[in-house]
Protein backbone atom coordinates (compact mmCIF):
# COMPACT_ATOMS: atom_id res chain seq x y z
CA UNK A 1 0.00 0.00 0.00
CA UNK A 2 2.85 2.02 0.72
CA UNK A 3 4.14 2.46 -2.67
CA UNK A 4 0.70 3.01 -4.86
CA UNK A 5 2.47 6.67 -5.25
CA UNK A 6 5.51 6.28 -4.18
CA UNK A 7 8.74 5.20 -5.89
CA UNK A 8 10.36 4.21 -3.43
CA UNK A 9 10.20 4.02 0.80
CA UNK A 10 12.90 3.36 3.00
CA UNK A 11 12.38 1.89 6.52
CA UNK A 12 14.88 2.81 8.85
CA UNK A 13 15.86 2.10 12.64
CA UNK A 14 17.32 4.75 14.33
CA UNK A 15 20.63 3.25 16.09
CA UNK A 16 19.99 5.14 19.15
CA UNK A 17 22.08 2.96 21.43
CA UNK A 18 25.32 3.74 19.39
CA UNK A 19 27.12 6.83 21.52
CA UNK A 20 24.88 6.49 24.18
CA UNK A 21 22.44 9.19 22.09
CA UNK A 22 19.27 7.11 23.68
CA UNK A 23 19.84 9.63 26.71
CA UNK A 24 19.54 12.68 24.99
CA UNK A 25 16.45 15.03 25.12
CA UNK A 26 15.16 17.46 23.14
CA UNK A 27 16.45 20.86 23.40
CA UNK A 28 15.19 24.86 23.39
CA UNK A 29 14.66 26.82 20.17
CA UNK A 30 17.89 28.42 21.06
CA UNK A 31 19.62 24.99 20.82
CA UNK A 32 20.50 22.13 22.52
CA UNK A 33 22.25 21.58 25.97
CA UNK A 34 25.35 19.50 26.17
CA UNK A 35 27.15 16.82 26.60
CA UNK A 36 27.24 16.75 22.80
CA UNK A 37 28.32 13.54 20.94
CA UNK A 38 30.88 12.68 18.42
CA UNK A 39 28.73 11.11 15.69
CA UNK A 40 25.36 10.05 16.99
CA UNK A 41 22.41 12.33 18.72
CA UNK A 42 22.83 15.70 19.63
CA UNK A 43 26.70 16.51 18.05
CA UNK A 44 26.59 20.42 18.53
CA UNK A 45 24.49 23.28 20.22
CA UNK A 46 22.85 23.95 16.83
CA UNK A 47 22.46 19.99 15.56
CA UNK A 48 22.31 16.41 15.74
CA UNK A 49 22.93 13.45 13.88
CA UNK A 50 21.08 10.35 13.31
CA UNK A 51 22.87 7.08 12.63
CA UNK A 52 20.26 5.00 10.88
CA UNK A 53 20.32 1.22 9.88
CA UNK A 54 18.43 0.64 6.72
CA UNK A 55 15.98 -2.36 7.54
CA UNK A 56 13.88 -2.42 3.89
CA UNK A 57 14.07 -0.53 0.53
CA UNK A 58 10.35 -1.03 -0.42
CA UNK A 59 10.67 -0.29 -4.47
CA UNK A 60 8.27 -0.95 -7.57
CA UNK A 61 9.28 -4.25 -9.47
CA UNK A 62 9.83 -2.45 -12.52
CA UNK A 63 12.70 -0.06 -10.74
CA UNK A 64 13.97 -2.91 -8.76
CA UNK A 65 14.49 -5.19 -11.77
CA UNK A 66 16.01 -2.22 -13.89
CA UNK A 67 18.83 -2.38 -11.29
CA UNK A 68 19.26 -5.80 -11.20
CA UNK A 69 19.17 -6.46 -14.67
CA UNK A 70 21.00 -3.21 -15.72
CA UNK A 71 20.28 0.09 -16.56
CA UNK A 72 18.44 1.84 -19.34
CA UNK A 73 16.87 5.11 -19.64
CA UNK A 74 13.74 4.27 -19.98
CA UNK A 75 13.73 2.38 -16.63
CA UNK A 76 14.14 5.27 -14.24
CA UNK A 77 10.91 6.43 -12.86
CA UNK A 78 9.39 10.00 -14.51
CA UNK A 79 11.13 12.35 -12.05
CA UNK A 80 13.82 15.43 -11.67
CA UNK A 81 17.22 13.86 -10.75
CA UNK A 82 19.77 16.61 -10.28
CA UNK A 83 21.63 14.28 -8.18
CA UNK A 84 22.27 11.81 -9.74
CA UNK A 85 22.59 7.59 -10.27
CA UNK A 86 25.53 5.84 -10.75
CA UNK A 87 26.65 2.52 -12.31
CA UNK A 88 30.06 1.22 -13.24
CA UNK A 89 29.98 2.98 -16.84
CA UNK A 90 27.92 5.70 -16.92
CA UNK A 91 26.11 8.88 -14.49
CA UNK A 92 22.50 8.88 -14.98
CA UNK A 93 20.59 12.34 -14.02
CA UNK A 94 18.06 14.65 -15.72
CA UNK A 95 16.03 17.65 -14.80
CA UNK A 96 12.82 17.37 -17.24
CA UNK A 97 11.51 14.25 -17.85
CA UNK A 98 13.94 11.42 -19.23
CA UNK A 99 16.98 10.22 -17.92
CA UNK A 100 20.53 10.90 -20.00
CA UNK A 101 23.97 8.88 -19.43
CA UNK A 102 27.13 10.74 -18.87
CA UNK A 103 30.24 8.30 -19.41
CA UNK A 104 32.57 8.14 -16.43
CA UNK A 105 35.52 10.21 -16.50
CA UNK A 106 38.23 7.13 -16.35
CA UNK A 107 41.02 8.16 -13.96
CA UNK A 108 44.43 6.67 -12.73
CA UNK A 109 44.61 5.64 -9.16
CA UNK A 110 47.99 6.55 -7.40
CA UNK A 111 50.71 4.43 -7.09
CA UNK A 112 50.78 4.90 -3.25
CA UNK A 113 46.76 3.39 -3.67
CA UNK A 114 47.92 0.87 -5.91
CA UNK A 115 50.95 -0.07 -3.74
CA UNK A 116 48.77 0.00 -0.61
CA UNK A 117 46.97 -2.92 -1.85
CA UNK A 118 49.51 -4.54 -3.74
CA UNK A 119 51.09 -4.90 0.11
CA UNK A 120 47.52 -6.62 1.33
CA UNK A 121 47.16 -9.07 -1.70
CA UNK A 122 49.89 -11.39 -0.34
CA UNK A 123 52.38 -11.72 2.91
CA UNK A 124 55.21 -13.17 0.60
CA UNK A 125 54.71 -11.63 -3.27
CA UNK A 126 55.75 -8.44 -3.61
CA UNK A 127 55.68 -5.74 -6.62
CA UNK A 128 58.08 -3.49 -7.95
CA UNK A 129 56.93 -0.15 -8.72
CA UNK A 130 57.46 -0.63 -12.46
CA UNK A 131 54.98 -3.45 -12.59
CA UNK A 132 52.16 -1.46 -10.12
CA UNK A 133 52.18 1.34 -12.86
CA UNK A 134 50.71 -1.62 -15.24
CA UNK A 135 47.85 -1.64 -13.24
CA UNK A 136 46.78 1.90 -12.25
CA UNK A 137 44.34 2.42 -15.20
CA UNK A 138 42.55 -0.51 -13.12
CA UNK A 139 39.49 0.37 -12.00
CA UNK A 140 39.29 0.46 -7.93
CA UNK A 141 36.58 -2.32 -7.77
CA UNK A 142 38.84 -5.03 -10.14
CA UNK A 143 41.86 -4.03 -8.69
CA UNK A 144 41.77 -7.07 -5.82
CA UNK A 145 40.82 -9.21 -7.97
CA UNK A 146 43.61 -8.45 -10.14
CA UNK A 147 46.09 -8.52 -7.68
CA UNK A 148 45.12 -11.65 -6.59
CA UNK A 149 45.59 -13.07 -10.17
CA UNK A 150 49.19 -11.98 -9.95
CA UNK A 151 50.24 -13.60 -7.29
CA UNK A 152 48.28 -16.79 -8.46
CA UNK A 153 50.60 -16.40 -11.29
CA UNK A 154 53.64 -15.82 -8.94
CA UNK A 155 53.20 -18.57 -6.79
CA UNK A 156 52.34 -21.03 -9.96
CA UNK A 157 56.13 -19.98 -11.24
CA UNK A 158 57.97 -19.26 -7.84
CA UNK A 159 58.20 -15.51 -8.22
CA UNK A 160 58.33 -13.69 -4.90
CA UNK A 161 59.41 -10.42 -6.71
CA UNK A 162 56.80 -9.42 -9.59
CA UNK A 163 58.72 -6.97 -12.05
CA UNK A 164 57.15 -5.43 -15.17
CA UNK A 165 58.47 -8.31 -17.38
CA UNK A 166 56.60 -10.54 -15.14
CA UNK A 167 53.39 -8.35 -15.64
CA UNK A 168 53.95 -8.25 -19.15
CA UNK A 169 54.12 -12.19 -19.80
CA UNK A 170 50.72 -12.42 -16.82
CA UNK A 171 48.94 -9.99 -19.48
CA UNK A 172 49.89 -12.07 -22.62
CA UNK A 173 49.13 -15.41 -20.69
CA UNK A 174 45.14 -13.50 -20.04
CA UNK A 175 45.03 -11.98 -23.33
CA UNK A 176 45.47 -15.39 -25.16
CA UNK A 177 42.94 -16.64 -22.66
CA UNK A 178 40.30 -13.92 -23.45
CA UNK A 179 40.80 -14.82 -27.16
CA UNK A 180 40.76 -18.81 -26.65
CA UNK A 181 37.41 -17.80 -24.82
CA UNK A 182 35.44 -15.62 -27.80
CA UNK A 183 36.41 -18.67 -30.50
Not at 20 to 31: F, T
Not at 109 to 131: G, I, M, N, Q
Not at 154 to 169: C, D, P, Q, S, Y
Request: with cysteine.
Amino acid sequence: MVLTDAIEAIECTWMRELDGADKDVAGELSGYEGPYHDFNGITSKFGAHFILRVDKILMKKRYSDAIINGVRAKDFPPLPVDYGYRDSKNFWFHRKTRMRAELLQMRQASLASVRYAADRADDKVKFTDEALMTVLAVPRVFLPLVLKGCVDWAKENGVELITEEHMKIINDKRAKEKEKNKK
